[in-house]
């Protein structure tokens, strides 16, 4: 089984650290130095992104495998080290940044939806998975002939799921454009992209997670009402 994540750690690794080196590494630093012939606000930005990156690894040793959702956001991740890095050399304009944080969230969405009545849908690995659900003991008390009303709930939940992703996409695209006003290669390029990791980590999680929390509400009370158990029966402690 999965070992649980840790949030605080988490967050930390994928937010505080980045977001305080990305708005503060060039005044430490100096924008215009340079070190081993790199200028000193691309090794600012690779230094704050490595901590993502060492999460995600570290994640990959231990559990010694991750869901698509990890690998987009080491995809993520490499994408706006990439941006950074070749914008500067090659005069990459920010619109690659602003689509870049919007089709993300766009491209799990999608991958939800279509993966549905596939054999695996991917909604089980985000929400239906052994880390939350007592599996095992909801397959024991699910009644005969009452996969139909199950499918039901899942389906439902599965499009609350998609949606989330959908509203998160649109909610990064326009907090980009607005947040990120400047190419890379600008000195206020890592300042911009550190304020839109946190800006966006609250600004989307509220709308978001409470849609993602419905979608998880609605298909515990749907189990609950085919099988008769009660929630600390059907979720994991």
């Known amino acids: 089984m999965k070992k649980k994540e840790n949030?605080?750690?988490?967050?930390?690794?994928?937010?505080?650290?980045?977001?305080?080196?990305?708005?503060?590494?060039?005044?430490?630093f100096g924008f215009e130095q340079t070190f081993i012939g790199i200028e000193t606000s691309i090794l600012v930005l690779i230094f704050a992104l490595s901590?993502?990156?060492?999460?995600?690894?570290?994640?990959?040793?231990?559990n010694t495998k991750?869901?698509?959702?990890?690998?987009?956001g080491f995809i993520n991740v490499l994408l706006t080290g990439l941006i950074?890095?070749?914008?500067?050399?090659?005069?990459?304009?920010?619109?690659?940044?602003?689509?870049?944080e919007g089709i993300i969230p766009l491209i799990i969405g999608l991958l939800v939806l279509l993966s549905m009545k596939s054999k695996t849908p991917l909604v089980?690995?985000?929400?239906?998975n052994p880390v939350l659900f007592n599996i095992k003991k909801?397959?024991?008390?699910?009644?005969?002939n009452s996969n139909d009303d199950f499918n039901k709930i899942f389906y439902h939940s599965t499009y609350l799921i998609s949606a989330s992703f959908l509203l998160s996409s649109i909610i990064q695209f326009f907090l980009a454009s607005y947040i990120v006003t400047?190419?890379?290669?600008?000195?206020?390029f890592n300042n911009q992209v550190g304020t839109m990791t946190w800006v966006?980590?609250?600004?989307?999680?509220?709308?978001?997670?409470?849609?993602?929390?419905?979608?998880?509400?609605?298909?515990?009370?749907?189990?609950?009402?085919?099988?008769?158990?009660?929630t600390d029966q059907i979720l994991n402690k």
Do not use: Q
């Not at 750690?9 to 980045?18: D, R, T």
């Not at 991750?66 to 987009?72: A, C, G, P, Q, T």
């Not at 909801?138 to 005969?144: A, D, G, K, S, V």
């Open 84 to 100: 950074g890095i070749l914008g500067e050399k090659y005069a990459i304009s920010r619109s690659w940044f602003i689509i870049k």
């Open 200 to 230: 966006s980590y609250f600004v989307v999680m509220a709308p978001c997670m409470s849609m993602f929390g419905y979608a998880l509400w609605k298909l515990i009370v749907g189990i609950k009402n085919i099988t008769g158990l009660e």
């Open 182 to 188: 400047v190419d890379p290669g600008h000195s206020d």
């Open 124 to 128: 089980k690995e985000l929400i239906y």
């Open 7 to 28: 949030p605080i750690l988490s967050i930390l690794f994928n937010l505080v650290i980045p977001v305080v080196i990305l708005k503060n590494g060039n005044k430490w």
């Open 138 to 144: 909801i397959n024991e008390n699910f009644p005969e």
């Open 66 to 72: 991750v869901n698509f959702i990890s690998i987009l």
């Open 51 to 62: 901590f993502p990156l060492f999460y995600f690894l570290n994640d990959l040793r231990i």
